[in-house]
């Protein structure tokens, strides 16, 4: 059951949507939370990117509860071309309450939505997409830094005891540091060891959890990981 906060915050976050971009057409594809360190910041920018490689700035104005909340994105399905945008998985949130003159920590950004980019409508909510988490405070008015496209897969996947990642080749930076999140963002293990090459998973639940790659040139990279009994 969430909180009645959530659930009050939600809603109005929805309407908010709705008065904005709504059409026939419109509908809900993605919930996402995001938690914060500031106490109540009164705006949230989220960051969204086209097929073409565009992006789109959107601000929220909202009363945050509890340092956390609960965004609701709004897209027009596949039957009409004049609102081509998706939801991006990595969220810019470098902008909380600007001007206030305070840095602001994301602590966690969960997306729990898998979206089917064929088409813009809404998907199911089966596995956790990306989580994001920054190493440091953000500082406002920083130049954005968007999570790079991925250079790794993990081998094998699913796994069991271990696990290694592939596709790192002299030209690419090396790896700085691992991190393992749980379905609610939640970080289960965390391998803050340079050079190392294979990742244990032993004592870890069977689940589907999500790997961060952190690298020397500061991109991080997202990736699925199954760990099967």
């Not at 992006?55 to 909340?69: D, Y």
């Amino acid at each position: 059951m969430k909180p009645i906060a959530n659930i009050y915050l939600r809603s109005f976050l929805l309407t908010l949507f709705a008065c904005s971009f709504y059409t026939s057409a419109g509908q809900l594809i993605d919930s996402s939370h995001v938690s914060i360190r500031q106490d109540q910041p009164d705006e949230v920018y989220v960051k969204f990117r086209a097929l073409s490689g565009s992006r789109k700035l959107i601000r929220i104005e909202s009363s945050l509860q509890n340092n956390t909340a609960v965004l609701n994105y709004i897209f027009k399905d596949c039957s009409s071309a004049a609102f081509e945008w998706y939801f991006d998985t990595i969220v810019d949130l470098d902008q909380l309450n600007p001007g206030s003159g305070y840095n602001v920590l994301v602590t966690s950004y969960l997306d729990t939505n898998t979206v089917d980019m064929n088409c813009f409508m809404r998907a199911t909510y089966e596995y956790v997409d990306s989580v994001y988490y920054p190493a440091s405070a953000i500082f406002i008015g920083q130049p954005e830094k968007l999570v790079a496209q991925n250079l790794f897969t993990v081998y094998p996947n699913p796994v069991r005891s271990y696990f290694k990642l592939e596709g790192i080749s002299p030209n690419t930076p090396k790896v700085k540091d691992v991190f393992l999140y749980g379905s609610r963002g939640e970080l289960i293990r965390s391998w803050l060891v340079p050079g190392k090459t294979v990742y244990e998973t032993e004592g870890i639940a069977p689940g589907i959890y999500t790997v961060r790659v952190q690298l020397y040139d500061d991109s991080s990279h997202i990736l699925r990981l199954m760990i099967s009994e």
